[in-house]
């Protein structure tokens, strides 16, 4: 029995240990979460997501999504956290309250809303198709026994497989990210890449790549913020705070500087 | 990567979380691993046979579930779950450590196994008591034996520590990802295969030399 005391002793004291360096300094607040209290607002964010939320070379989380989050936390009073999440745990990060929004070009869809709860849209996006340069790709149709490549889980895939092409394409090549899709296609191994077009348009400027973008889009859709599914509190008070950000010309000072365009999203 | 030199600081700080990680797992696994031997290797039936179940089902599961079950699952435990509830990086070195003091656990004892049991006799021939015969000849030789399967154990432990980035901590193959994600070039990941390479370079010096100090 020694033994096992002496155990739970060195377990118990490992714990102390490791919760005295870990560096998450609750103030006093009585909040079981010690990644999350009352007086932050923790966004989670998949930091590998440019122009909307991206690691800059200093390592610091930045992008547009990143601004509007700022601008909406001190609208709420509260202090802003952004939170690296990994985009398949995005749902259990949420649920359990380790963050409180998911901000980070979150697509709206019918399945998505079935288990969690999203603002008003605040931008506009559209699922395209980018090619190389000198690809004969014109339009949608041509991609017909064309290899494809998109990022596995993403709107992309939805926009594709809803398209009555995507019977006739030659294979669907899935990546971990948008940024190893298009990688990918520079160096040939797909004929062209579904993505989004707020992505296409910055990969394409950042790296002067010889991509072009299809004038035909395969998808429009509109992004979101998301909280947890019995959260309406926050959404409610977020959703006044989106409304200001669209109004008072914050939103718009943001999207000009990240697009060079307002492309924020409003109902008229 | 014209621009590298501003971003050290960065390759810096992941290489920082990658070391800490290590270093804190390799500290609490090793004594906790010979805690985990000496209770595989006790005659009270319970004892030994919950340390069998805890090493059963630690190697039997993937370190990354693992990781997902500290952060995601402990919490979610009744009556107790509110005080296992813990920060990224604290869950992740929970993870580590556990799972790593049950392999070194299991090390242990096949050290303590290769050694003749006649040396117990013959130590206590000799007058010594049960925890001098411990620590001054059991433990010495084990060691010697054990040696090369924990510097083989450490340094999958160094690259191990990239599976962290799935509960959300940043370590270096994440800022190179990052990286990678920014400048739409894969060449950042060579800076995370050489850190990894750096730590394990003195790993391996660290080891070889302690396996010359143990040898007779």
Known sequence: MKKLLLFFTVLVMGIFLFTACGGTSDSGETTANPDNDDQTFVIGVDDQFPPLGYRDESGEIVGFDIDLAKIAAEKLGMDLRVQQIDWAAKELELEQGNIDAIWNGLTITPEREEVMLFTDPYLENEQVVVVPKDSEIKTVSDLALKKVGLQSGSSAEDALTGNPISDQVQEIVTYDDNVAALQDLSIGRTDAVVVDLVVANWYIKENNSDYVVLEEALAPEKYGVAVAKDNTELQEKLNAVLDEIKSDGSGEEASIQWFGSNILYSES | ?216
């Open chain 2, 1 to 216: 990567m014209d621009n590298f030199s501003s971003q050290i600081g960065l390759y810096l700080q992941g290489t920082l979380v990658t070391l800490s990680i290590f270093a804190i797992t390799l500290i609490i696994s090793l004594p906790l691993g010979f805690i985990v031997t000496l209770m595989l290797n006790s005659k009270n039936k319970l004892i030994s046979s919950f340390a069998d179940a805890v090493v059963y089902v630690i190697r039997g599961t993937p370190l990354l579930l693992q990781l997902l079950f500290v952060y995601f699952g402990f919490p979610l435990i009744p009556v107790i779950g509110k005080y296992l509830t813990f920060s990224r990086f604290v869950s992740a070195c929970i993870a580590f450590a556990i799972n790593y003091a049950c392999y070194f656990g299991e090390i242990f004892r096949g050290g303590l196994l290769s050694i003749d049991k006649g040396q117990w006799e013959a130590s206590k021939v000799l007058g010594l008591t049960r925890f001098e015969t411990l620590t001054k000849v059991i433990i010495p030789q084990m060691i010697r034996v054990c040696l090369p399967s924990i510097s083989n154990e450490t340094i999958t432990l160094v690259k191990d520590t990239a599976l962290v980035s799935i509960i959300g901590v940043a370590e270096i193959l994440h800022y190179s990802e990052a990286a990678v994600n920014r400048e739409g070039t894969p060449l950042p990941f060579l800076v995370a295969a050489a850190v990894y390479l750096i730590i394990n370079f003195f790993v391996t010096v660290v080891f070889k030399r302690l396996e010359k100090n143990y040898e007779q």
